[in-house]
């Protein structure tokens, strides 16, 4: 399956790994918050929320940061509550959030049954996907892993377009994803891009500057800082989302 991708998958599909900062990625030197769940920015505890959109964004926050062993289910139900809080679906962006979306990947010539955890979806056409950081439980690359879902869900779209009568594959692509770390909490934004053979994969890091720098990853989106930073990279990554 994708989680089992490491470098040797990428080097073999000739995908290379592009990093920039923000700035760079964004095409921005500014990420502002959005104006809509203030309190979701500015309060610290899920309790003191007044909108219960951003109560349960911090409330399952709180409980994707303290797992349970072999039960990962809060950080799929952290990831749904985030992506719909932050307008990535609903009834005004016009997506669906799906969770434990079945795809099909074609690994060495051979078809293996997949899964990615969360989904954007538009009818039957994938338009954003949520991958979680698996390390805490096995050894893998997580953005090998990452673009292993990616390929897969273009590949799922162009299924879906032969099957509704449209048999243009998109071969020329982009695709935006987001890599989180169920045990921190740090969410990097990225896309894939690029044209049969050659992908790129851009990759954006945004962080706060607390105080005690080594304790950032352990502390994840709960300091405001830090979780400031995540919903500005959130709102300013919705350009890539193909609406």
């Known amino acids: ?14 995908i290379r790994i592009v990093s920039q900062d923000s700035a760079t990625f964004f095409s921005t030197d500014t990420l502002p918050l959005p104006d809509h769940h203030p309190d979701l920015a500015n309060d610290l505890t899920a309790d003191v929320t007044v909108n219960e959109d951003s109560y349960q964004v ?29 307008g990535y679906a609903g009834m005004a962006a016009g997506g669906d959030l799906r969770s434990c979306k079945g795809i099909r990947l074609l690994i060495y010539g051979q078809w293996k049954n997949d899964e990615i955890g969360v989904c954007v979806m538009d009818g039957n056409e994938i338009l954003l996907l949520v991958q979680e950081d698996k390390l805490h439980k096995q050894r893998g690359d997580p953005h090998a892993q990452l673009i292993a879902k990616a ?3 273009v590949r ?8 509704f009568g449209d048999s243009r594959d998109r071969h020329d692509w982009h695709f935006p994803d987001i890599f989180q770390d169920a045990d921190h909490q740090r969410t990097d934004t990225s896309r894939a891009e690029g044209s ?33 930073v995540v919903i500005a990279c959130f709102e300013a990554f919705k350009q890539f989302v193909n609406w």
Not at 4 to 11: A, K, Q, R, S, Y
Not at 75 to 81: G, H, L, M, P, S
Not at 205 to 221: C, T, W
């Open 156 to 163: 799922s779209n162009n299924l879906m377009r032969t099957v």
């Open 58 to 86: 911090v409330r399952f926050m709180d409980l994707a940061m303290n797992l349970v062993p072999d039960d990962e289910s809060a950080v799929v139900d952290f990831a749904v509550q985030l992506l719909h809080t932050m």
């Open 196 to 228: 049969v053979p050659t992908y790129a994969y851009r990759r954006c890091y945004a962080s706060a500057l607390p105080s005690k720098p080594h304790s950032r990853l352990s502390e994840g989106m709960q300091p405001l800082d830090n979780r400031r």
């Open 151 to 153: 390929i897969g869900a």
């Open 1 to 14: 399956s994708g989680n089992d991708w490491t470098v040797n998958e990428l080097d073999a599909c000739n």
